[in-house]
């Protein structure tokens, strides 16, 4: 239902029209518009499970990529298989502090809390940076590379949380649905429920 509110100003009557919220809400939002924040969700959130599971599996040994013996709980270290045998132009480097205890709670640590921050859409930019500065490093860690002169799933998982901080200022689709949900957006859509001010001449 629309509502009429009819204001005197300047010698001017002015006609504001309103609309429920919700009508407004439904109307405006479009079919691609709700694809678009669907398919930036989908994405937010499969990285965001890359992460936490990596850091699941490493600290309790679920047997996938880590077996209970060598789970983070029972002893093992997160960081020197990997790092322990790297090869290649930064071998060196890696493995200087490959096992190394600050390492494992530096790598542990950024694993959860990238994948939580992306799950629960909070954060976004923090996990973001981090995020792409971890597999940066995971990627010269496995230089060169067999299969590809340089891309590898490492960048391609970069690309994907990338693509996941995409939009528009305001609405930020990237953290939807999520927690970390813009106010503005909220603020736009209450703001487009107001109609313009129209002029009705002889109406004072």
Not at 143 to 162: I, K, M, Q, S, V
Request: proline share 5%; aromatic share 10%; net charge positive.
């Amino acid at each position: 239902m629309v509502q009429f509110h009819v204001s005197n100003k300047g010698g001017q009557s002015r006609l504001r029209t309103e609309e429920p919220l919700a009508t407004e809400s439904a109307q405006g939002q479009t079919s691609r518009h709700r694809a678009y924040r669907f398919t930036l969700a989908a994405i937010r959130l499969s990285v965001g499970w890359v992460f936490l599971w990596a850091f699941l599996d490493k600290t309790f040994g679920l047997g996938y990529a880590t077996p209970a013996a060598k789970a983070w709980i029972n002893g093992g270290s997160p960081t020197a298989g990997f790092l322990g045998h790297v090869e290649g132009p930064f071998a060196d480097f890696y493995h200087s502090f490959a096992g190394a205890g600050w390492a494992n709670w530096l790598f542990m640590i950024g694993l959860v809390g990238i994948g939580t921050a992306l799950i629960l859409g909070v954060a976004m930019r923090a996990a973001a940076v981090a995020g792409v500065t971890l597999l940066v490093l995971m990627w010269t860690a496995v230089l060169p590379l067999t299969n590809n002169p340089f891309l590898d799933d490492h960048l391609h998982l970069r690309a994907r949380l990338g693509s996941s901080r995409a939009g528009r200022r305001g609405q930020d689709p990237r953290s939807w649905p999520g927690l970390g949900e813009h106010p503005a957006g909220r603020q736009a859509q209450r703001a487009e429920v107001t109609g313009p001010l129209v002029t009705v001449p002889g109406l004072g």
